[in-house]
């Protein structure tokens, strides 16, 4: 009976499922921002970047919303993306701090120094992480006529007293009849969660 010989036939499979358990061992390419915008950077690597985002953080916040209003598309949907990443990241369960200190990044992007496409774009981000602490931030948006549609959406999902107050407020002040309509709209939605507690001592 012939003898197969089956060390000479795994060989090159060897080095194969070896090569496989490296590639699934490699941790994920490290992100950073500036593959996520450099125009010169190639998509793949780009894709990867943002991808990872997540492990960026707070701190990347501010160096990414700056490239929201890019006229080049793919770096402006690209800062956004990463944006999301960072944000749902960081509204995960048990990472209170990080949430906050993102909620907080974004709270200064609304200063007047930003364009009005990039404090639209951090509103939205609020959304999904703010809550009493940036009320006092996006609060006087709301008598801006370019941005108070933007800020009845940030307020609306913002679980606190303070978000209420700041709507009922600027029914007072608001005179642009498009703003009061977003204002109201907002103020019914609340009114429709009302079921769900309501937090934060202010």
């Not at 793949?44 to 991808?51: G, M, W």
């Not at 793919?74 to 048990?94: K, M, N, S």
């Amino acid at each position: 009976m012939k003898t197969v010989k089956w060390k000479g036939c795994l060989g090159p499979w060897a080095i194969a499922l070896t090569l496989l358990a490296a590639l699934a061992a490699a941790p994920a390419p490290a992100a950073d921002v500036e593959t996520i915008v450099d125009p010169g950077v190639d998509g793949e690597e780009r894709f990867e970047a943002v991808r990872n985002a997540a492990e960026l953080g707070a701190e990347a916040v501010e160096p990414l919303a700056v490239h929201l209003d890019e006229e080049d598309v793919v770096i402006r949907r690209a800062a956004r993306q990463a944006l999301e990443t960072i944000v749902h990241h960081a509204g995960r369960p048990d990472a209170d701090e990080e949430r906050r200190a993102v909620a907080a990044a974004l709270a200064e992007c609304l200063d007047e120094e930003y364009t009005v496409a990039v404090r639209r774009e951090a509103l939205y981000l609020l959304a999904w992480c703010g809550d009493h602490r940036e009320v006092d931030a996006i609060a006087p948006l709301l008598e801006d006529p370019e941005l108070a549609d933007a800020a009845c959406y940030a307020l609306v999902p913002n679980p606190s007293r303070a978000s209420v107050r700041a709507l009922v407020n600027a029914l007072d002040r608001v005179e642009d009849e498009a703003s009061r309509t977003s204002i109201i709209h907002a103020l019914a939605q609340k009114a429709n969660a009302a079921a769900k507690p309501l937090t934060g001592s202010d």
